[in-house]
C-alpha cells in the first residue's frame, strides 16, 4: 500500500471505534431487488411500478440510476442503457469509461461475469437488451466486500426480476432501417413461497462503419521515413440469442434458496474493404493495394449460480452462500486477401484461426451482524479461472509459426473482507472496511513449453463517512484503494495477430497498477428536485499503459508492422468536478443534466515526458409528457479527452430521441432515432519518437427502430406510462431519472 492508503486506514479504523447510536445497514444491503411494494401517488392514488419495489437511489456506497424509465429500454441494447448513465460512456467500438477512467469492472447481479470479460465485453454490450435491465449501480469507491480490481470502479447491471404475485409477462418485437429487428419475452410467476422468472430474447443487429488511418514512421530525428494511408469501409452482423430462468424458494421463515440459468450464443460477422497505399521519405509511392477482410467470430455464454440466504435470530444477523459457474467458448476466423497493383501485380492470403475456452467459478460466503450499535459483515471469496487460447496463422496456405501460439493459464484469487458501519451522534454515519487478496497465476505457453508462476498479496482499504446537514442534504466522502491487474493475456510474451501491420505481445514483468481514489460531494433533494456537487482525486503508482514500436519485419508488400505491448510508466493523478441535477423544468417537461470537468496527468518519462490534459464531458437528458398517453425523451451526451499514455483520444459524442405511445392499457409502441447527428466518430492519436499514427473510425448514425411492446397478466402498459410522466413513485437519483418518471 502507498502511504496515503495506511493513512486512510488509519482513519477507518479510529472512526469506527466510537458512538453509541444504531443505524440502519444500509450499505450492506443486497443488491436484488426488495419485495413488491406500492408506492403513494401524489394525489394520493396507488400507482403499481413495473418492477417492483423501490430501488435504492443514494446508498452510502453507489449511486442506482432506473434503466426501466427510459422509452427506449425495450429496443436499446445495454450499450444504450450505459450511455445515459452519468459520466459513463460506450464508444463506437464498445469501449467503457467511467469519467474517462477504461479500467471499469462490468459486473452482472453484483458478480464478475464471463460475459463482461475484457474479451468479450465489447461484443456482449451490443448484444445483450437493454429491456433486461432494471438499473445500473455506479461505484467510483467500491467498498471492501468488493474485488478490488479495476481503478476506474465498478458499474453493476441489475437484471429484472418481478416478485408481484400471480403471473406476468411482456413481449416486445421491434424492426429498424437496414434489416435490424429483435424480440424479447420475459415472464414471471409469483405464489406463497416460489418466484419463478424467466426470459428469452433475440436480436439482430447490423451496423456500418468506416475506418482512416494515417501511420508514419520516424527516425531518430523525428523525421518521416515511411507512410502508410488507409482508408475502409465495412459492414458489422450481430445474431445475438439469449435465455435466463431462475428460481427463488422460501424454505423456511428465515432460510431462501435460489438457482439460475443463463445461456448465450452470438454470431459476429465482419466484411470490409480498405484501399491501401505506402510512400517513402520522398513521398513516392512505394506500395498500392486493396484488401478484402472476412470475420467470423462466434461465441456461446452459460453460466448457473446457487444462493443459500439465512436470517439470524438477532436483528441484522445474515448468512448467504453463493456458488456460481460460468463458461465462455468462442471461435475466430478472419480471411484476408491483398491484391496489389503496384509496383507489380500480387495476390496474397492470410488466414488467422483463434480459439478461447474460459471456464469460471467464484465461491464467496458473506456474513453481517449487529454488534451493539453497529453493523459488522465478513466475507470470503474464492475465484478461479482456467484459460486456453490457441492462435494459428496461414499465410498463402503455409502455417505461419511465428503467429501460432497455444497459451493458458489457471488463475485463483482467494480474498477476505470485513467492513464496520457505525452511527456517530444523529449526524454522522461512517463505514470502514479492509480486503486482502491472494493472486496465484500459473500460465502455460504449451507452444514452447514455456511456464510462469506469479504470486501475490495485497490489502485495498476503504473508507465512506456520510453527514446529515439537514433532512434534504448531506455530505459524502468516500477512499478505497483499487488495483489494475495486468490480465493473464497480458504476461505472454508470444506475438499475436491483430491485423496485416499490427501484432500485440504480452510483457511478462508487469506489475499491478494500484490506486488512491478519493471522493467529496455534496447532495441536496428536495420534493423532485435533486442535484449532487461532487469533487474527486486519485494517484496511481505502476500505471499500466500501452507502447508501441516498429518490428524489423515488413509485410510482403515492404509495408512496416506495428508491435503493441504494455509497459509499467510510472505514475499518474487525476481529479475534477462532477455535478448532477435532475428535476421538472414545467408540469410536462423533465431535465436530467450531468456535467466533468477533469485534469489527467501521467509521468511518460520513458517516453520522454509527462502527458496532460483538461476535458469537458456532459450529458442531458429531456423527458416530455406530450398528452396522457405520449411521452418523449431526448439524450446528449459528449466524453471527454482521453489520455493513452502514447497519444490520446479524441471526444466524442452521440444522440437519441425515442417516443412512447399508449394505444391500450397493455398494449405499446415506440419509435427510436439514434445517432441523429451523425456525430460518432472517435479519433485515436498514437505520436511517440518512432511512431505517428492518427486513425479515425466511425459507425453508421441515424437508426431507427419501431417496436411494440404487449404486457400481460400484471401492470398495464398504460398504468406504467402514467406512473412514468407524472413523477411518482419515489425519488430518483441526482443525474439520473426520478424513480417513478
Not at 20 to 30: D, L, N, S, W
Not at 511 to 526: F, R
Not at 679 to 707: E, F, N
Request: net charge neutral; hydrophobic share 30%.
Amino acid at each position: 500500500m502507498t502511504g496515503l492508503s495506511s493513512l486512510v486506514l488509519l482513519g477507518a479504523v479510529a472512526g469506527t471505534a466510537h458512538g453509541q447510536t444504531a443505524t440502519a445497514p444500509a450499505a450492506q444491503a443486497e443488491t436484488s431487488q426488495p419485495p413488491a411494494q406500492q408506492t403513494d401517488a401524489k394525489d394520493g392514488q396507488t400507482t403499481t411500478v413495473t418492477v417492483t419495489g423501490q430501488k435504492p437511489v443514494n446508498r452510502i456506497d453507489r449511486q442506482t440510476y432506473d434503466n426501466t424509465k427510459n422509452i427506449d429500454a425495450a429496443t436499446g441494447n445495454a450499450a444504450d442503457a450505459l450511455n445515459k448513465v452519468p459520466s459513463v460512456n460506450v464508444d463506437p467500438q464498445g469501449n467503457v469509461t467511467l469519467r474517462g477512467n477504461s479500467n471499469v469492472q462490468i459486473y452482472v447481479d453484483g458478480k464478475p461475469s464471463t460475459m463482461m470479460s475484457a474479451d468479450n465485453r465489447a461484443a456482449a454490450l451490443q448484444a445483450m437488451s437493454s429491456g433486461d435491465i432494471s438499473s445500473v449501480e455506479v461505484m467510483t469507491n467500491p467498498g471492501a466486500q468488493y474485488s478490488s480490481e479495476g481503478s476506474g470502479g465498478i458499474i453493476n447491471l441489475v437484471m429484472n426480476k418481478n416478485r408481484k404475485p400471480g403471473g406476468y409477462g411482456s413481449i416486445t418485437t421491434s424492426v429498424g432501417t437496414d434489416g435490424r429487428y429483435n424480440t424479447n419475452l420475459s415472464g414471471s410467476y409469483h405464489k406463497n413461497k416460489l418466484t419463478v422468472n424467466g426470459g428469452l430474447s433475440y436480436r439482430n443487429d447490423i451496423r456500418g462503419g468506416s475506418v482512416g488511418t494515417r501511420l508514419q514512421r520516424l527516425d531518430s530525428n523525428g523525421n518521416v521515413t515511411s507512410t502508410t494511408d488507409t482508408d475502409g469501409t465495412g459492414i458489422g452482423t450481430v445474431r445475438n440469442l439469449s435465455s435466463n430462468f431462475s428460481v427463488d424458494y422460501n424454505a423456511t421463515a428465515t432460510d431462501t434458496v435460489t438457482a439460475s440459468l443463463a445461456y448465450a450464443s452470438r454470431q459476429f460477422n465482419i466484411r470490409g474493404d480498405s484501399n491501401n497505399a505506402a510512400y517513402n521519405a520522398a513521398n513516392a509511392p512505394t506500395a498500392l493495394y486493396g484488401r478484402h477482410t472476412y470475420v467470423q467470430q462466434p461465441n456461446e455464454n452459460s453460466s448457473g449460480a446457487f444462493t443459500w440466504s439465512h436470517t439470524g435470530d438477532t436483528a441484522g444477523e445474515t448468512l448467504k452462500v453463493d456458488y456460481r459457474i460460468s463458461r465462455s467458448t468462442g471461435t475466430g476466423v478472419t480471411e484476408n486477401t491483398t491484391t496489389y497493383s503496384f509496383p507489380a501485380a500480387l495476390t496474397l492470403t492470410d488466414m488467422q484461426h483463434k480459439s478461447t475456452d474460459l471456464h469460471n467459478q467464484v465461491l464467496s460466503v458473506d456474513y453481517n451482524r449487529q454488534l451493539g450499535s453497529d453493523q459488522l459483515s465478513t466475507g470470503l471469496q474464492i475465484t478461479r479461472d482456467d484459460s486456453q487460447t490457441i492462435n494459428n496463422s496461414i499465410v498463402n496456405g503455409a502455417v505461419n509459426p511465428q503467429l501460432t501460439s497455444d497459451f493458458a493459464y489457471v488463475q485463483t484469487i482467494s480474498a477476505a473482507y470485513a467492513t464496520l458501519q457505525h452511527q456517530i451522534g444523529e449526524k454522522w454515519t461512517v463505514l470502514g472496511g479492509l480486503r486482502a487478496e491472494y493472486l496465484n497465476l500459473s500460465t502455460d505457453l504449451i507452444s514452447s513449453g514455456t511456464v510462469g508462476q506469479v504470486d501475490y498479496t495485497k490489502l485495498s482499504p476503504s473508507f465512506f463517512a456520510t453527514y446529515a446537514i439537514d433532512a434534504k442534504s448531506k455530505l459524502r466522502f468516500s477512499y478505497s484503494h483499487r488495483l489494475q491487474r495486468p490480465q493473464p493475456s497480458d504476461l505472454n510474451p508470444f506475438v499475436t495477430y491483430q491485423d496485416a501491420q499490427n501484432v500485440i505481445a504480452g510483457n511478462p514483468n508487469l506489475k499491478p497498477q494500484e490506486t488512491d481514489k478519493m471522493d467529496l460531494g455534496y447532495e441536496v433533494t428536495a420534493g423532485y428536485i435533486s442535484y449532487v456537487l461532487r469533487g474527486y482525486y486519485q494517484q496511481d503508482a505502476h500505471t499500466i499503459t500501452s507502447y508501441s514500436t516498429f518490428l524489423p519485419v515488413s509485410t510482403p508488400g515492404g509495408q512496416a508492422v506495428i508491435l503493441t505491448t504494455k509497459r509499467n510508466f510510472g505514475s499518474g493523478k487525476a481529479g475534477g468536478l462532477e455535478f448532477n441535477y435532475q428535476g421538472p423544468l414545467s408540469k410536462k417537461l423533465i431535465l436530467s443534466a450531468n456535467g466533468n470537468l477533469a485534469y489527467k496527468e501521467l509521468d511518460t518519462s520513458t517516453l520522454g515526458g509527462t502527458q496532460s490534459a483538461t476535458t469537458l464531458s456532459g450529458r442531458v437528458m429531456l423527458m416530455y409528457k406530450a398528452t396522457p398517453k405520449d411521452g418523449m425523451q431526448f439524450t446528449y451526451f459528449t466524453s471527454g479527452k482521453q489520455l493513452t499514455g502514447q497519444g490520446y483520444v479524441t471526444p466524442f459524442s452521440m444522440g437519441n430521441f425515442s417516443w412512447k405511445h399508449n394505444f391500450t392499457p397493455k398494449l405499446a409502441s415506440v419509435f427510436v432515432l439514434n445517432d441523429p447527428f451523425r456525430s460518432s466518430k472517435v479519433k485515436m492519436v498514437t505520436d511517440t519518437d518512432l511512431v505517428h499514427s492518427v486513425s479515425t473510425r466511425g459507425q453508421q448514425g441515424q437508426v431507427i427502430y419501431l417496436g411494440l411492446t404487449y404486457n400481460f397478466g400484471g401492470a398495464s402498459s398504460a398504468q406504467q406510462g402514467q406512473s412514468r410522466m407524472t413523477g411518482q413513485g419515489g425519488p430518483g437519483g441526482p443525474g439520473g431519472r426520478p424513480s417513478g418518471y
